[in-house]
């Protein structure tokens, strides 16, 4: 059973290859203070229903950051769509959990250091879970999507 609110399937690059995805879900947030809580909720959820066999609190916690970094980060725009972010999980057959924020904002400024973070929270906390971090320009270039992803077993030291 198709979950309401999927978009249909598209292969992803898993951290072994290309895997077809196997279950996907995603859903829009507004820029309001609740959305990670949401997040959360919605993401704790998901991966209940898909029975992923990772770390399920972990990935939780993931989404929040994501979501909850993006409303904090982003510049909503005048419009409702700008005003919203995308949560996408997917889990592929290899069972390997792909999850994607997409903001308004095209631009990452400190990628690269955010994740090594001497305040140690947001992005360093997702790398601590276990989850590898990426992002990439929307097709659009309207926006931005953030992807982390994560695989069943120990997380990593």
């Given amino acids: 059973m198709r979950p309401r609110y999927a ?6 690059t898993s951290l072994t290859g290309i895997a077809p995805v196997a279950e996907e879900w995603s859903r829009t947030f507004d820029f309001l203070p609740g959305a990670a ?4 909720l919605h993401t704790r959820t998901r991966l209940t229903m898909f029975r992923w066999s990772g770390n399920s609190e972990g990935a939780t916690q993931a989404a929040g950051i994501l979501v909850g970094n993006a409303v904090a980060h982003a ?7 700008d005003r919203q972010v995308r949560l996408r999980l997917a889990i592929t057959e290899d069972h390997e959990l792909t999850i994607e924020v997409r903001d ?24 601590r879970l276990g989850g ?14 953030v992807r982390a992803r994560m695989t069943p077993g120990p997380v990593p030291a």
């Avoid at 809580?37 to 959360?40: M, P, T």
């Avoid at 510049?75 to 769509?81: C, F, I, L, N, Q």
């Fill in 7 to 12: 978009e249909p399937a598209t292969p992803v």
């Fill in 37 to 40: 809580q949401l997040a959360r």
């Fill in 75 to 81: 510049d909503p725009g005048p419009t409702a769509e």
């Fill in 104 to 127: 308004p904002i095209p631009q990452f400024r400190d990628f690269e250091q955010a994740p090594a973070g001497q305040e140690r929270r947001g992005l360093w906390t997702l790398r």
């Fill in 132 to 145: 590898e971090l990426s992002w990439f320009l929307c097709h659009d270039r309207v926006g931005k999507t």
